[in-house]
Nanobody, 122 residues
Framework: QVQLVESGGGLVQAGGSLRLSCAAAGSIRSINVMGWYRQDPGKQRELVAT???????NYADSVKGRFTISRDNAKNTVYLQMNSLKPENTAVYYCNAKRVYVSYWYSIADVWGQGTQVTVSS
C-alpha cells in the first residue's frame, strides 16, 4: 500500500508564498515521476508541475518563473515552492506519483494524494 501525504496548504495574500510538501509512505523502492496538479470546482484536474527521478522538470506556462518543484529521492518527497501567488492560483492542489516501484518487478502506475487547499486572497 502506497499513500501520498500532503501538507503546506493554507490561506495567503496575493504576492505571498507557500510551500507544499508531499511524502510517499509505504514500501517503496523508487518513484519515476512526482508532481502537483490543481483542480477547481467543476473543472478537470490540470498539471502544475512535474519532476522526474533524474530531476527533469515540467511546468504549466501560468506558473513558470513563480513556482519551483523539487524532490528528495531518499525521502520519496516532492515539494512545490509557490511565490508571487495570485488569486487565480486558488485551488485544491493534488500530489501525484507515477510508476511507483514497490519491488524490483512490480510498480503502481498512478497514486494520488487527498489534496490540500490553497487560497490566495486579493
Amino acid at each position: 500500500q502506497v499513500q501520498l501525504v500532503e501538507s503546506g496548504g493554507g490561506l495567503v495574500q496575493a504576492g505571498g508564498s507557500l510551500r507544499l510538501s508531499c511524502a510517499a509512505a509505504g514500501s517503496i523502492r523508487s518513484i519515476n515521476v512526482m508532481g502537483w496538479y490543481r483542480q477547481d470546482p467543476g473543472k478537470q484536474r490540470e498539471l502544475v508541475a512535474t519532476i522526474s527521478s533524474g530531476g527533469g522538470t515540467n511546468y504549466a506556462d501560468s506558473v513558470k518563473g513563480r513556482f519551483t518543484i523539487s524532490r528528495d529521492n531518499a525521502k520519496n518527497t516532492v515539494y512545490l515552492q509557490m511565490n508571487s501567488l495570485k488569486p487565480e492560483n486558488t485551488a485544491v492542489y493534488y500530489c501525484n506519483a507515477k510508476r511507483v516501484y514497490v519491488s524490483y518487478w512490480y510498480s503502481i502506475a498512478d497514486v494520488w494524494g487527498q489534496g490540500t487547499q490553497v487560497t490566495v486572497s486579493s
